[in-house]
């Protein structure tokens, strides 16, 4: 079935240090690439959607500065989040579908972003 | 606004029993409906769905009710196991003219217990 790899599955880093996370589509080719955000017990809530080649757009209340997208290929998504602090602290998770009606979205396994 | 709701927030059933976890959507323009599981630490994974045309759809010990006229829709899981152990979100998929949105439940954690 479609993987979804996601990169690194945790980090811990210090205030200010900017973290980029990698999302990869092993075996299909992703026009579209999802970024959520979980905190503990919670839902997953959608902070941007991006299609490659296109800048991303993110959902009400996201920082755009904050969290960098870049979509450049079909396969290859990445979230950067910028000048770290504490309550940038959450499970991120990636998501990609490919092209056309049917596609189902499939998940990275996530990466814990812990901020000190 | 949440468009889909879901109910209870927590479930503890024994092994062997039946697991069902209740969702309500207020949306009628949503046309798919998956369910996810996700274990603690990982990603979700889709575990069934269906679309609003189908009343049930069954696989393995999986099986969703869809109620089109009362927007509702369950996940039952017979025969519960501690494996089945894990967080569940319904969903719901709006799709057109150009447009894609998931929006999820609230999620369920299970615990089956031995």
């Known amino acids: 079935g479609a993987v979804v790899s996601q990169h690194p599955s945790r980090v811990i880093c210090k205030s200010g240090t900017s973290v980029k996370i990698e999302c990869r589509s092993l075996d299909f080719q992703a026009t579209t690439m999802f970024w959520y955000r979980q905190f503990p017990k919670q839902s997953l809530m959608l902070m941007a959607t991006s299609n490659e080649g296109s800048k991303a757009t993110y959902e009400q209340g996201v920082e755009k500065d904050k969290f960098l997208i870049n979509h450049a290929s079909l396969t290859l998504s990445t979230l950067t989040v910028t000048s770290a602090h504490p309550e940038d602290s959450s499970f991120y998770i990636c998501s990609a579908r490919g092209r056309g009606f049917n596609q189902p979205q499939h998940f990275g396994d996530g990466t814990r972003l812990s901020i000190l | 606004q949440q468009q889909v709701k879901q109910s209870p927030q927590s479930l503890i059933v024994q092994k062997g029993g039946i697991s069902i976890i209740n969702c309500a959507y207020e949306?009628?323009?949503?046309?798919?409906f998956p369910w996810y599981q996700q274990f603690p630490g990982k990603g979700p994974a889709l575990l069934i769905a269906?679309?609003?045309d189908v009343s049930e759809k069954k696989e393995g010990r999986f099986t969703i009710s869809f109620n089109k006229s009362a927007k509702q829709f369950s996940l039952h899981i017979m025969d519960s196991q501690p494996g089945d152990s894990a967080t569940y979100f319904c969903?719901?998929?709006?799709w057109g003219a150009g447009s894609y949105q998931l929006t999820f439940g609230k999620g369920t954690k299970l615990s089956v217990i031995p």
């Open positions: 949306n009628t323009a949503f046309d798919y």
């Open positions: 269906i679309r609003p």
């Open positions: 969903a719901a998929l709006l």
